[in-house]
């Protein structure tokens, strides 16, 4: 099977409002520091060490936020369901982004960041795995890389909006409508969850394999294969993966993602992998962009445009990188990146150092130009991959558990890295970007020798890749005869014809 169908690259591009939820949720603190009246509405200077100390504590309680936000998600999709999971996560940002956007004092915006911090992180756990799981293995690069993308597409939209409020910046709508957008987003993800399907995989682990063969069909359905033997052929792996992870915890426990060994080695890399990404300064640089533009010398106005096209340009490396990742591979892919990314780092740091010595507009304009071949590199090579690699190393029954600990790990990071950048950069400035060199190459190192090829490989085939013998290791045949002993694949007609199960 070459191709996937209408109705899986539809359910995907929905549930990306998700992510575009995340990805503007994170992102709309940026244009939050651009607007004047944002300020003057809290009661904060201009500048100040009490305003930075409220800068770096609402970029700080966001990503604590994020970070408890991941392990209740880690609980919820898998103990309600993907869909109940993300619905959780949803009605968490309703409330959070209401009030965000009404805040009239210092403590109930850093109240309302925490709460919406919490629902991101949520989501950030839920979509990979979500969408890890819709997917066809040859076409899981594109649709799980859905996810880095519409994020990368919501720091975008939080970006433009900031920048056409600011032309509004006289009264609090300037500050206050990108963050009411916020809420509109998290209202569509909450609808949106009632248009989608559950998991086939979520739905199999509950017993309920009729209604995961019905949305298999659907989802990998294809006109030259017009007997759905892709789904079956899936459905027989899903199967026998189950009930091989259940003899596994009957054998291992519930734990066994520390104390096995194949576990403790996926959980290192999803880590990494998801620390890693933070640990290239990525966030430092997107949430504080405002500022450090205005350090090279750009007015407000101008800060704001640039970010705007930083983000943009972002976006679109993520959708490239997204279309190319099951053609170029994961692991290419990631050492590409990662190598580009700290090159042209290094260089852009270099630049800003000088800028600060010489304030030459030449130096001001090259960083910017490195910036971008940075944000290049992240977005179209490290962005689209992480997540989906993080999601798809774990089996089934840990997916949920795995994915949510690993993304923990990157909210854990960016609250270290912005809790420290406001001060830091008042401090030390440029030279607090050589602590993400450091980190970036250490990175790179450990990825060469541990991230093995995961492209193209059926979920339920990955575990061969970590030392553990995938049960769904079978010939074609046998696996749909696995899944004709558990699905029945006819119904009756209401004239007792019999006909295909239409999902």
């Not at 103990?79 to 999971?85: C, M, S, T, V």
């Not at 520390?258 to 990404?277: D, N, P, Q, V, W």
């Not at 749909?480 to 239409?502: F, I, L, N, P, W």
Request: charged share 15%; glycine share 10%.
């Amino acid at each position: 099977m070459e191709t996937y169908s209408a109705y899986n690259v539809a359910v995907v591009l929905f549930a990306a409002f998700g992510s575009l939820f995340a990805g503007y949720g994170l992102a709309v603190i940026v244009s939050t520091l651009g607007q004047p009246t944002f300020y003057s509405s809290l009661n904060l200077a201009v500048t100040g060490s009490h305003t930075t100390a409220i800068i770096g504590a609402a970029n700080g309680v966001f990503f604590a936020g994020g970070f408890f936000g991941c392990l209740i998600s880690a609980w919820a999709v898998e103990g309600l369901g993907r869909l109940n999971g993300l619905r959780l996560a949803a009605v968490i940002g309703v409330i959070g982004s209401a009030i965000q956007t009404g805040a009239v004092n210092q403590g109930m915006y850093l109240a309302a960041r925490v709460i919406t911090g919490v629902s991101v992180g949520q989501v950030f756990t839920a979509m990979p795995t979500y969408f890890s799981e819709v997917s066809p293995p040859h076409s899981r690069g594109l649709m799980a890389g859905a996810h880095g993308s519409f994020v990368n597409a919501g720091y975008a939209l939080a970006a433009w909006v900031g920048f056409a409020c600011f032309h509004a910046s006289g009264s609090s709508f300037g500050w206050r409508f990108p963050n009411a957008v916020l809420l509109i987003f998290a209202l569509c993800v909450l609808a949106g969850t009632f248009f989608i399907p559950e998991s086939p995989r979520w739905l199999c682990a509950r017993g309920r394999d009729q209604e995961a063969l019905q949305i298999l069909c659907r989802l990998h359905h294809d006109k030259a294969d017009p007997e759905d033997h892709f789904a079956h052929r899936e459905l027989g792996l899903i199967k026998k993966q189950l009930d091989a992870d259940k003899a596994a915890v009957l054998a291992d426990g519930k734990w066994q993602l520390f104390t096995k060994e194949t576990y403790r080695k996926r959980m290192i890399l999803a880590l990494m992998l998801m620390i890693g990404g933070q640990n290239v300064g990525v966030l430092v640089i997107n949430n504080y962009n405002t500022l450090l533009y205005q350090s090279l010398g750009l007015s407000t106005s101008e800060a704001l445009i640039v970010g705007a096209a930083y983000n943009t340009w972002a976006m679109i490396g993520n959708f490239v990188g997204a279309m190319v990742s099951d053609r170029l591979g994961r692991r290419k892919a990631l050492l590409g990146g990662y190598i580009a990314n700290v090159a042209m780092f290094t260089i852009a740091t270099a630049l800003i150092a000088k800028y600060s010595e010489t304030t030459s507009k030449s130096y001001a304009a090259a960083a910017l130009t490195f910036l971008f071949l940075y944000v290049t590199a992240y977005g179209g090579a490290i962005d689209p991959n992480q997540y989906t690699v993080c999601a798809e190393i774990f089996p089934s029954h840990l997916r949920s558990m795995g994915t949510g600990l690993a993304v923990s790990g990157l909210f854990l990071a960016d609250t270290l890295w912005l809790q420290l950048a406001s001060t830091a950069m008042a401090t030390i400035g440029w030279k607090y970007y050589l602590v993400f060199l450091c980190l970036g190459v250490v990175h790179t190192i450990f990825l060469y020798f541990k991230l093995p090829e995961t492209s193209g490989l059926a979920l339920e085939e990955i575990d061969a890749l970590f030392g553990k013998a995938a049960a769904g290791h079978i010939q074609d045949e046998e696996l749909e005869k696995v899944a004709a002993t558990h699905y029945d694949t006819k119904v009756q007609g209401s004239e007792g014809e019999t006909s295909e199960v239409q999902a």
